[in-house]
């Protein structure tokens, strides 16, 4: 493939080139971004072929900086990169979060996204270009995908919203958001700010919105120009016949369990199930196993749309709630007697048990990532163990669901520690039941658990999370 080249100017004049057909030559799409002295490479291969039994988008997103490309050798004894750190994963996490989506929902082949970091000057940061250089290379590949996507980060300096700003730019900002967002819609936003109004938030995604707008529409010219054509794929069976018995039998009983407003997720969750396995009953015994895979599909369709047909119908939620009510919250600082501060925060079934340790100097964290190397004074580490969904699983590790939760636990916090506090602060939020919305409950235990440690914060802190269920 003869190497194609499109070049993407920024407001203030600034250049990012995206290039296709040089490196990386047998993966499905690969793609070079340079943006001054930044150099990444993208690349996905997805499989011609979904795994059996597979019913889902079994999407991976990997983001790697080698350290080599700001000319240091890894630490330790291997001196070669290891793992991923947390600022890897959670840029990992915030291309996959635009980028799954947008993959057709019957589209159930292995897919890998590699976003490698070969060059950078400690200038611009990497992170805010990683969005644009993954979607590209699904872009110019046989990839199925429904629209190209790109990220930005925008910053408000001096009162002025600055696209992509520099790491000394961003120190300076009062407003530091990251945006995912097709041509005609956000996707994905997640930042940190110093108190700003509603409108100033709205005016920060329209800029950042505007600037994302021509790289998507690169995107979309470079795929025509390259006479992409994305593959043809089969990976469900259908069953009309079956579908429409499966919707005609099922979805009165799920409205039913949805329309009884019961608090409890446990009996809903058996009632939710009794439906299934009362249907699964009315099969043959000898086409069940056939069968089953295209039934669970069916069901779990039917019952995402009883639930919510019922929300929009009967103004109520899955608990009884109306669509404005939040769940009964109980607050108990203090809870634990010898860390120095803790506190229990519960918000209907989610419950989060918050400790705050107060260290000195030499407790503080060493971060040595590529373009990183500070110490940190202020840790928050969120926990979620497999009991507080009730699932009998064995822990395994950090997540990266984990790293990610703690990590907006984290921003939610930071600004509010004051800057002459002359302790180390660790924040442990355990979560010992989750019914949505735990990374919003480590905020308020967080919080609650700070005071009670005798930290002065600026104000005290909240957290809510909210979804959008839309007509259609």
Not at 59 to 67: A, G, N, R, S
Not at 235 to 242: A, G, I, K, S, V
Not at 302 to 318: F, S
Not at 392 to 403: D, K, L
């Amino acid at each position: 493939m003869t190497p194609t080249t499109k070049t993407i100017v920024l407001s203030d004049g600034r250049e990012i080139t995206l290039q296709t057909g040089k490196l990386a030559e047998q993966a499905d799409g690969a793609v070079e971004l340079r943006f001054n002295n930044t150099m990444l490479l993208a690349t996905v291969c997805s499989a011609k072929e979904a795994d059996e039994g597979v019913d889902f988008m079994p999407l991976t997103v990997e983001y790697k900086e080698k350290f080599s490309a700001y000319g240091r050798f890894p630490g330790g004894f291997t001196r070669r990169e290891g793992r991923a750190s947390d600022y890897e994963i959670l840029t990992a996490r915030l291309v996959d979060r635009v980028l799954r989506p947008l993959f057709p929902s019957n589209y159930h082949a292995n897919t890998i996204v590699h976003i490698l970091m070969f060059s950078s000057d400690g200038v611009d940061a990497p992170d805010a270009l990683a969005g644009l250089a993954a979607s590209a290379a699904i872009a110019v590949s046989d990839v199925p995908f429904e629209e190209p996507i790109a990220e930005v980060r925008v910053a408000r300096i001096d009162g002025k919203f600055v696209i992509d700003p520099t790491f000394e730019q961003i120190e300076k900002a009062d407003m530091e958001l990251m945006v995912g967002a097709t041509y005609d819609n956000i996707m994905m936003v997640e930042g940190e700010m110093d108190e700003v109004s509603e409108d100033d938030l709205i005016a920060a995604l329209k800029a950042a919105h505007e600037a994302i707008k021509p790289m998507c529409l690169v995107q979309k010219e470079w795929a025509k120009e390259l006479g992409v054509a994305k593959r043809e794929y089969c990976h469900e069976t259908d069953d009309e016949e079956l579908h429409e018995r499966v919707r005609k039998e099922i979805y009165p009983k799920c409205y039913a369990v949805a329309q009884a407003g019961k608090a409890d997720k446990l009996w809903r969750n058996e009632m939710f199930q009794k439906a299934y396995d009362d249907f699964m009953e009315t099969i043959p015994e000898e086409e069940r196993e056939e069968k089953e895979p295209m039934i669970k599909r069916y069901y779990e369709e039917v019952q995402r749309d009883a639930v919510r047909r019922c929300i929009l119908d009967e103004h109520i939620r899955l608990d009884g709630r109306k669509t404005n009510e939040i769940r009964p919250i109980l607050c108990e600082p203090d809870y634990l007697p010898y860390p120095h501060g803790s506190a229990l925060f519960k918000r209907g079934e989610t419950q989060a048990l918050a400790t705050v340790t107060l260290g000195t100097k030499d407790d503080e964290k060493l971060i040595d990532d590529v373009l990183r190397h500070e110490n940190e004074r202020f840790l928050l580490h969120y926990n979620f163990p497999a009991f507080s969904t009730g699932e009998a699983r064995a822990p395994r590790g950090v997540s990266r669901r984990e790293i990610g939760h703690g990590n907006l636990a984290h921003r939610a916090l930071k600004r509010m520690i004051p800057e002459d506090n002359p302790y180390c602060i660790r924040i442990v939020s355990d979560i010992l039941s989750s019914n949505g919305s735990s990374s919003m409950a480590t905020v308020c235990a967080g919080c609650m658990a700070l005071l009670d440690a005798g930290i002065k914060l600026k104000k005290p802190v909240a957290g809510i999370a909210m979804g959008l269920i839309g007509y259609r």
